[in-house]
């Protein structure tokens, strides 16, 4: 297993490794050449199929899927997980508060005009026209209008 350029990995040896029973190290050398090496990894799929024909096959699935949901317990707490994070939020995690405050955020700027200042106004609308596009013409104002905002 030290010289591992020279030798290939049998059949076995990569079904063990679909297994998981190979130690990391060799591991890691039998991935490197799935990637490297065309016969490698025909040997693989190869032993991917004769892995995957030794599983059982279920009789009735269906019957299966039944058992198992009879056995998961699901009681009325763990239906409403909604209501149980609620219950555990501060006032200030709701969304609604969230909402509100970006509201108000946006009436404020309207007012205050901020949203007219990054616009061309009117007598900027024949000039934009020559100059290039709006949104260039838009970066130019807000960048301008950040560079003000700064110490």
């Known amino acids: 297993m030290s ?5 290939r990995p049998t059949m076995e040896e990569w079904a063990a490794y679909i297994r998981g029973e190979t130690l990391p190290e060799h591991a890691d050398w039998m ?3 799935l990637l490297e090496d065309e016969e490698a990894f025909s040997l693989y ?3 991917m199929d004769m892995e995957a024909q030794g599983l059982p096959l279920l ?3 269906e019957g299966f899927v039944e058992q198992v949901m009879q056995q998961v317990d699901i009681s009325e707490t763990t239906a409403k997980p909604s209501e149980q994070k609620d219950k555990g939020r501060h006032w200030y995690e709701h969304r609604l508060f969230h909402y509100a405050i970006a509201a108000c955020l946006t009436l404020i700027f309207l007012s205050a005009g901020w949203f007219d200042k990054l616009t061309p106004g009117p007598q900027q609308v024949d000039a934009h026209v020559s100059k290039g596009s709006y949104s260039d013409e838009l970066v130019k104002v807000t960048t301008g209008w950040l560079d003000r905002m700064k110490p």
């Open 59 to 61: 009789a009735d699935p």
């Open 31 to 33: 991935e490197s050449l």
């Open 3 to 7: 010289d591992h350029k020279e030798a």
């Open 45 to 47: 799929m190869q032993a």
